[in-house]
């Protein structure tokens, strides 16, 4: 029996561009793009005006312009970011403290239970949504169902600044009819390798069998099985501990000296030991990742039997596997990550990856 708990996922609308357009009234109904403006730079985020033109996140700086050349750049300002974050958790915090952030900009409530005695978790919803809006000038979107899986995806059918539930009557028809792309942990690989099996619908992914979807797709398998009758046990996590703490630096021009990578490592390992610190956490595992100038990537790691949590033993760490292999190519991206923590709960815990933010 599925739990009746009532989950609110709140994804706030273009967050970064948002905030620029809201504070510089100049670039309000213009195309924008959070990012630095070089041919190395990379898009964090896209106002809606510029989304038109194919324009989004994580795309290179380069591309977007080529899609939209009245394309206007704004450097990030992300403790401007983080302040306005901070003022909309608040606002969570007034109907429950069951609030699980999955970034700056979106957030899972359970509001089952709630401060305000309010039985709609729709209504509630809209309370929040229209609370930011008066409160920060920005717009909110929201979706409202049974579990954190399907108010994730709800939470994308009516952006901008709107929202949708999905009650337990309509979860059958709601999933046979989603395409399997829009299912939330189904990337671009996937996808192809669900179209190969001819799955391309939540209905044809819910007459595969547990046994045929394990055989194709692993542990996952079991995941997606679950995923076709909108099973999502997974509760809202208020104290989630992060599966691993990484930073990684883009480099400005691609490099080929592992001289100077070790250089940017220790600035890299530097950051790690900072933010291990300011969650109390030791690791046992220190990967290496490499991003080579065609864009492929490598990660090389390493399994200790004492826990790490000082630059020095990371770096030490990094030399070896900095100095494993040769490099296949010149390295436009380096990264260091620290896992399998010095806690009981690893299982359940989910991946924070974070970008220091140099030029780029």
Request: one cysteine or more; proline letters at 4%.
């Amino acid at each position: 029996m599925i739990p009746q708990r009532k989950i609110i996922h709140v994804d706030m609308d273009a967050f970064y561009a948002s905030v620029e357009q809201r504070d510089r009234p100049e670039l309000r109904g213009k195309p924008i793009a959070v990012g630095m403006n070089s041919d190395r730079g990379v898009i964090t985020t896209a106002s809606y005006e510029a989304r038109i033109f194919g324009v989004g996140s994580a795309m290179s700086s380069k591309v977007a312009k080529r899609r939209c050349p009245d394309l206007i750049f704004v450097p990030p300002n992300f403790e401007k970011y983080r302040q306005v974050s901070r003022q909309i958790r608040r606002i969570f915090y007034e109907y429950t403290d069951l609030v699980e952030p999955l970034s700056l900009d979106e957030a899972y409530l359970d509001v089952t239970q709630n401060k305000k005695g309010n039985p709609s978790a729709t209504l509630i919803a809209r309370q929040i949504r229209q609370e930011i809006s008066d409160k920060t000038g920005l717009t909110a979107s929201a979706g409202i169902s049974i579990n954190k899986f399907l108010a994730k995806i709800a939470s994308d059918i009516d952006k901008p600044n709107g929202q949708t539930t999905i009650t337990p009557e309509e979860i059958n028809d709601f999933i046979e009819g989603l395409e399997i792309y829009k299912f939330h942990g189904v990337g671009k690989v996937t996808t192809q390798k669900m179209y190969s099996l001819g799955i391309f619908t939540g209905e044809d992914l819910k007459t595969k069998s547990l046994a045929f979807l394990k055989e194709h797709f692993g542990k996952p398998g079991e995941h997606y099985y679950d995923m076709a009758r909108g099973v999502d046990l997974s509760p809202v996590q208020p104290h989630r501990i992060p599966k691993s703490l990484s930073a990684e630096h883009t480099f400005s021009e691609n490099i080929s000296s592992e001289i100077f990578m070790f250089e940017r490592l220790k600035e890299i390992a530097d950051s790690v030991e900072q933010r291990l610190a300011k969650n109390n956490l030791k690791g046992k595992t220190l990967t290496l990742k490499i991003k080579y100038s065609d864009f492929s990537i490598q990660t090389r790691s390493k399994t200790v039997d004492k826990f790490i949590s000082t630059k020095g033993t990371i770096l030490a760490l990094a030399k070896g596997l900095l100095y494993q292999d040769k490099m296949k190519d010149s390295v436009r991206l380096l990264g260091l990550s620290v896992s399998n923590f010095n806690t009981a709960k690893e299982k359940d815990q989910k991946e924070v990856y974070v970008q220091l933010q140099f030029d780029f």
